[in-house]
Each structure stands twice: as structure tokens, then as C-alpha cells.
């Protein structure tokens, strides 16, 4: 009798949470996405990187379902196949209002992107540039957080190599295409962990001491000085570029963390209750992506939907410029 009393109050208790909290997540997260913008992405070309889990999948479904074509730029081709035909079922299942009445939801193309090698960077883009016609949106969104001491193929740190390298490459062999088809966008997947890095210029690849966070935080700053350093850049072309905090989403980012056992129900609980779900977390990169609303808005940075104020650190352009400079060396651009 006293423990069926104490599991239902418990239950109860644990619904009143559940509530409250998504009350609190959905509150933050503006819904845009209803019935519409069918078709708002009708031919036009998306790529976005690691779009085979997480904030990436749920960014190709909605632009997928606005008529895109979503190009997944995916290191493991099992995974990202699995995936799209996934997201090609639920499409033919929805019949949701958001799906095109004419049945003119967009395509989904895979192709093999490992961002940890420079050589398949530039292999992907030479694929890209024989294939596909148009680029009107890249979407730089793959990462990897805090994951042990790791090298990519060329000899980065992990962390900076994946999250800003291999993307600054991509994006810089992608912008003859961008342009071309301008009106067209870039759309960044930073973190609000960037308040927590800086850019060590002596020691990019973190030979001398590793910090799994702090390279992580510097390596979403940097995306953030990418970001506005090439807004300036590309002032004038009818490209923009924006970068964007997701907030805290339930996704597979967590695969280098490790979890006590007996803890772990607990931070399930919570993460169920507080982060957000993917598709919320997304709403911020589908929004940028293709929302007639940031037209011709360039250098800046979202939270849920709205422009955000950075940090100085931030809005460093010396430091910016150094950065590109050196990345460009790094990744082979210039000698
Ligand atoms: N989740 C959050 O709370 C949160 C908060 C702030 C910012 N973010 C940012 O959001 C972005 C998306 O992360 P997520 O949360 O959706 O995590 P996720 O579910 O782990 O997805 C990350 C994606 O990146 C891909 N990736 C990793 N290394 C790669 C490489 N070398 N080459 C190509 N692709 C690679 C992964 O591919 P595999 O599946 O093959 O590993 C996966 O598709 C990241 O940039 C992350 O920093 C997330
Ligand atoms: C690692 O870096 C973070 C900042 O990103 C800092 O708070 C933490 O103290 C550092 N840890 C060590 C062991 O230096």
C-alpha cells in the first residue's frame, strides 16, 4: 500500500516536471515550421554536413519536406544511407501538412565527407563542382565535443581540425559555386561554450598540453571568428554567412563522455526534461537556412531564431584575421 502510495506520488511528481520543463524548452524555441513553407526550398540545393544523426538529420527532414534538394555530407556512407532512407519513410508516411500538397518534397544525395582529412575534403568538393549545378545553402554543422587526445589524417588537434579546419577548407573550395547561385547562404553551428575559449595561436594542435574542453570551446570560437571574418569578406556578393548556438539538445554529441552507470538514469532524466529535442534544437539552422525574414543579413549571431548579442572575444577582428590567415596555411590554400 505505501509503496504503490510512494510510486504514484513519485509519478506524478515526475510528470509535473516533465510538463514543467518542456514548458520551459518550448517556450524558448519558436515553432516556424508549420503547413507554410511547403515548397519554400523548391529547386534550390542544400549541403549539410554531418547530417546523418542529431541537429543535422532534423535540419535535412524540415528542408526536405520544404522541397529541397539535401545533399548529406556524411564520413561513414552506411550511417548516412540508413539515415536517409529513414527520413524517405517518414516523408511518404507524414502526410503532414508541412509536406508539399503536390508531392514536391525535395531529394536527399548522399555523399562520403570525412572532415578529419583534408584529401577528402577536397575529393567531396571535386565531386560537388562536377555534380551539382548550384549551392544556394551550405550548412557547416558536423562536430565533435571533447573527445580524448586525437589527430586528424593531416596531424590537427581533433577538435579544431573537424570543427573549423575541415569546414574552412570545405567552405572555401565550395564559394565559386555559392556564389554563382547568389542569392545563397552560409549558415554556421557554433555553441555558447565558445565564451569559454580562446585562440592560442602557439599551440593550434595542442601539443603541449590538452584541455578536451577548452579545445572544444576554442575550436566553437572559432567558427565564430570564421563566421564574421568572411561575412567581411564576402560584403557585396549576395552570399551571407551567420552562425548559430543550438542551446543544450538530446543528440549523440555525448559519445565521448562517459557516464557512471549509476548515474545515468538521473542524467536521462534530466536531459529528458530539460534539453531540447533535436527537431527544437534545429529550429535555429532551418530558420537561417531558409526563412525570407534574414535575407541579405550577414556576420551575425542566433539564438533561437532571434540575433544575439557575442562576447569581445568574439568580435576580435585582428584576431579573426590571423586566424584566417593561418588556417589557410594549415589547410594548404596558400603557402
Ligand atoms: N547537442 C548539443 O547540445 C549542441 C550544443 C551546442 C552546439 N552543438 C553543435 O551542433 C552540431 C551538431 O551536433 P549534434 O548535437 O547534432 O551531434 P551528433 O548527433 O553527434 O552529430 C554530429 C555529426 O557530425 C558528424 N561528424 C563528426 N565527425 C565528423 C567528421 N570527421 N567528418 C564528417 N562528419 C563528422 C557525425 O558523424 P557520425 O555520425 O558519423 O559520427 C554526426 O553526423 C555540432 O557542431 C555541435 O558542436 C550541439
Ligand atoms: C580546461 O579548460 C576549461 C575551460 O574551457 C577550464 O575551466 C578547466 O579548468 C581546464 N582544466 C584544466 C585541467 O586545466
Given at each position: ?36 513553407d511547403a515548397g519554400l526550398m523548391r529547386g534550390k540545393t542544400v ?16 528542408l526536405l519536406r520544404m522541397g529541397a534538394r ?30 508539399d500538397p503536390d508531392g514536391g518534397a525535395g531529394e ?28 544556394d ?153 531558409s ?45
Amino acid at each position: 500500500m505505501a509503496v504503490a502510495t510512494v510510486a504514484a506520488l513519485l509519478a506524478a511528481l515526475g510528470g509535473a516536471l516533465w510538463l514543467a520543463a518542456r514548458r520551459f524548452v518550448g517556450s524558448s524555441v519558436r515553432r516556424l515550421h508549420g503547413g507554410g513553407d511547403a515548397g519554400l526550398m523548391r529547386g534550390k540545393t542544400v549541403l549539410i554536413t554531418g547530417a546523418n544523426s542529431g541537429l543535422g538529420r532534423a535540419t535535412a527532414a524540415a528542408l526536405l519536406r520544404m522541397g529541397a534538394r539535401v545533399i548529406m555530407g556524411c564520413r561513414d556512407r552506411a550511417r548516412a544511407e540508413a539515415a536517409a532512407g529513414e527520413l524517405r519513410r517518414d516523408l511518404r508516411g507524414d502526410g503532414d501538412p508541412g509536406s508539399d500538397p503536390d508531392g514536391g518534397a525535395g531529394e536527399l544525395v548522399v555523399k562520403e565527407l570525412d572532415l578529419a582529412s583534408l584529401r577528402s575534403v577536397r575529393a567531396f568538393c571535386r565531386e560537388m563542382l562536377q555534380e551539382e549545378a548550384r549551392l544556394d545553402v551550405l550548412i557547416n554543422n558536423a562536430g565533435v565535443f571533447q573527445c580524448p587526445y586525437m589527430k586528424t589524417e593531416d596531424g590537427f588537434e581533433m577538435q579544431f581540425g573537424v570543427n573549423h579546419l575541415g569546414h574552412f577548407l570545405l567552405t572555401n573550395l565550395l564559394l565559386g559555386l555559392l556564389k554563382s547561385s547568389a542569392p545563397s547562404r552560409i549558415v554556421v553551428v557554433s555553441s555558447k561554450l565558445y565564451k569559454y575559449g580562446d585562440i592560442n595561436f602557439e599551440d593550434l594542435n595542442s601539443e603541449q598540453s590538452y584541455n578536451k574542453s577548452f579545445c572544444y570551446s576554442r575550436s566553437k570560437l572559432a567558427n565564430i571568428l570564421f563566421t564574421r571574418e568572411l561575412a567581411r569578406r564576402l560584403e557585396g556578393t549576395k552570399v551571407t554567412v551567420n552562425v548559430l548556438h543550438p542551446g543544450i539538445v538530446r543528440t549523440n554529441l555525448g559519445r565521448h563522455i562517459h557516464i557512471p552507470l549509476l548515474v545515468k538514469p538521473l542524467f536521462n532524466l534530466v536531459s529528458w526534461a530539460f534539453f531540447k529535442t533535436p527537431v527544437e534544437g534545429a529550429q535555429t539552422s532551418i530558420y537561417l537556412a531558409s526563412s525570407p525574414e534574414v535575407e541579405g543579413v550577414s556576420g551575425k549571431y542566433f539564438g533561437d531564431c532571434k540575433e544575439e548579442e557575442l562576447l569581445p572575444i568574439a568580435m576580435d577582428e585582428s584576431v579573426a584575421r590571423k586566424l584566417w590567415d593561418i588556417s589557410e596555411v594549415m589547410v594548404g590554400i596558400v603557402q
